[in-house]
Structures are given as C-alpha cells and as structure tokens.
C-alpha cells in the first residue's frame, strides 16, 4: 500500500526567481514563510516574470532573518537587500489585479535592472494578511495570499511527474525531456502516491497542518523554461495539451490554501482526508 510522504518544500523569495529547497518551512495563512513577498515590476507598474524575462531563473535570492535577501546572479556582484521600512505603499498590477506594495531600496532596482538590461523595480509585499485576497469562489471571507500567482501554495507529486516525462519520451519532443520538478515551480511536492491521484483529493494534511486542495493548476510557458540555461523548449506544454487539458488550462499539479497555520517538515506524512 502507498504511503504519501512530503519529499520536498521549495520556497521562492522573490516572485519568479529560482526556488531555495528547504527542510522545512512555517505555514503562514497567505503561504510559506518566506516565500512571494517580494516581486519585479516594469516602468508601468506591472509585474515582471520568466514570461518577460526567462534570465530571471538564473537569479537566487537567499532568505535572510528578519525577510531581507541575499541576491545573486552570473557576472553581477551579490547585493544584500534589507525589507524597507514602513512608508508609503505604491499601485503595482499583478494578473490584473492592483496591490498595494512598498519600494525596495533604489539599489535593488539598479542590480535587477543593470541585470536584465531592462528598467525594474523590487517591490515588497509589506502586509500579506490584508492586501490581496483570494478570489472567489475558493477564498471564504478574510483569507488572502501572499505575491503567488493565485493560491498560497502549489502542490505537485513524483509520481505524476513520472508519468508525464514518460508521455514526453513517447511524444514529438523526447529530447526536451525528462524534465525536473523545478519546471513547475512547486512549493511541495509529495511521494508515494499513484500518478495523477491529487486530481482528486479535496483535503489533506502534511504533517499536522491541514489544507483545502481547491484547484488544479493551469499551466503557462515558463514550464518550458529550462531553469538552468534560461532557454525555452517546446515541453511539457505540448504534452499537457494532448494529456492534460481542460478547457483552454493545460494541467499539472494543485493549489492549497491551508485551513490553520503550524510548520511542515521534508518527511512528514501527507494524509489523504477528503
């Protein structure tokens, strides 16, 4: 008999950058600790990804204590970014959605921008608790997430992510496969389950900490982005699209919203509860 078991927690400190592996990681109302609180926007204000700029996979920011970051990058100095002091929020818009943030300093928004060759800015999410709340009809009354694209965690699973470089080896593009698990940008992933058997979980719990499985993920071109090299392919859209679609979402993965706070650990049991 299966025995799911969390094997991995990622958390991405700033939104679209490469993920940092954890052993473990709080659970906060609007996501992992740590993780979207901090995100790039362009000279209008919106936000900026791997969808504009692939090169941003290769940029790592670190966690540092009190929700500074360490960043680095290829041929550019490390920079230590401090989380601004309370001030004055500016308008950014993220998927069509205006949330107020607060700057970093202008020296984060030289190194980015210096970087990439284009004009950023680093913004912060200060208040995560009341700026952004989860759309309907999955977010209940008072909850909200953090900078992630829509829920507060991503969950994905080995098993299924076998299955799916096995479609790939089978497909049009064998050579862009096998792909690895950080393509789809998780924040969890589980083992010791059958492939594709979230697709119909409702609730679980990792650990202590129980959660709402609330929405399949649709899947967008930075899954085709090789976060090591920055170049794109063709995989695993392709294959989503013959295996995997519903509607015009090419699927891979779930959504979570946590239903209490606690702290998950790589090695927890993950518990199937509905």
């Not at 992992?32 to 900026?48: H, I, K, N, Q, S």
């Not at 791997?50 to 540092?64: D, N, S």
């Not at 210096?114 to 912060?124: D, I, K, P, S, T």
């Not at 090789?226 to 891979?252: C, I, N, V």
């Amino acid at each position: 008999m299966l025995s799911a078991v969390l094997s991995a927690v990622h958390i991405h400190p700033v939104k679209s950058l490469a993920a940092c592996a954890t052993d473990e990681a709080a659970v906060e109302p609007w996501g992992l600790d740590g993780d979207r609180r901090w995100m790039l926007v362009d000279a209008t204000g919106t936000a900026v990804t791997q969808r504009q700029q692939p090169r941003m996979a290769q940029i790592h920011a670190a966690p540092l204590p009190g929700g500074g970051i360490g960043l680095s990058a290829p041929g550019s100095a490390a920079l230590t970014v401090e989380v601004p002091e309370p001030g004055n929020t500016v308008g950014v818009v993220l998927h069509g959605s205006r949330i107020e943030v607060v700057e970093a300093a202008h020296s984060a928004h030289v190194w980015f921008s210096e970087h990439l060759g284009a004009q950023v800015r680093l913004v912060h999410l200060d208040a995560p608790g009341r700026r952004r709340p989860i759309g309907a009809p999955y977010g209940r009354p008072g909850e909200t997430v953090s900078l992630a694209d829509g829920f507060p965690l991503l969950l994905t699973s080995g098993a299924s992510l076998d299955a799916l470089n096995s479609l790939i080896t089978r497909g049009d593009h064998p050579g862009d496969g096998p792909l690895p698990m950080d393509r789809f940008r998780p924040s969890v992933v589980v083992d010791g389950t059958a492939a594709w058997a979230e697709d119909g979980w409702s609730r679980i719990s990792i650990g202590d900490v129980p959660f709402r499985v609330v929405e399949p993920c649709g899947r967008c071109v930075i899954t085709t982005i090789d976060q090591r090299t920055a170049r794109r392919g063709k995989e695993p859209l392709h294959t989503l699209a013959r295996h995997r679609r519903s509607g015009r979402h090419l699927l891979f993965g779930q959504n979570l919203i946590p239903d209490a706070a606690g702290l998950i650990r790589v090695g927890d049991p993950v518990r199937i509860l509905g």
